[in-house]
């Protein structure tokens, strides 16, 4: 299982594996660690990553769409809905809250940036005075395996569950 050492930026695409990958979450308010074959395996889910909880893009429009559009993803056989974003635990499940999402999607902090490093997914945000995120990315996973996924370089459009929708 991959987590807490010094990765090669590999680039995913259509056909890999997610990486084995342990992310932080809370739990009964404890840090738990949850791997992605725990919430992968024999499952279809929908991964996104945002830069950031609680940023204007992230907050208003691309988290929100995931809840109101939870249901209309559900009757597409998806299982589950999972957000990761270079931030703690405690911000993601305060942001989760603030959403009403709690119950509707995953949050996984990828704290340290060192999953969305491993994937060739991380973004230099230091001109926003952010540090290093991730990039804005969409993944459609079946049994660990990424069928469908899309990053957006700019604006939100290609990752909302509209688009994810067309290509379930």
């Known amino acids: 299982l991959i987590s807490r050492f010094p990765f090669k930026n590999m680039a995913v695409k259509c056909g890999d594996k997610l990486p ?3 992310f932080s979450t809370l739990k009964n308010d404890k840090v738990v660690q949850v791997s992605t074959a725990s919430f992968c395996k024999d499952r279809k889910i929908i991964f996104f990553a945002v830069p950031g909880a609680f940023t204007p893009g992230c907050h208003k429009t691309h988290c929100p769409r995931f809840v109101s559009q939870y249901d209309d993803l559900k009757a597409k056989g998806v299982h589950q809905i999972v957000c990761t974003s270079v931030n703690d635990p405690f911000v993601l499940d305060a942001w989760s809250r603030s959403l009403n999402a709690q119950d ?8 340290n940036g060192e999953f969305a490093k491993l994937i060739g997914m991380n973004k230099d945000c230091s001109s926003y005075g952010m540090g290093v995120r991730s990039k804005r990315y969409a993944f459609v996973v079946e049994d660990q395996i990424i069928k469908f996924y899309t990053v957006d370089e700019s604006g939100i459009e290609s990752t909302l569950p509209d688009n994810l929708l067309r290509n379930l």
């Open 104 to 111: 509707k999607i995953l949050f996984l902090a990828d704290g």
């Open 20 to 22: 084995d990958f342990l």
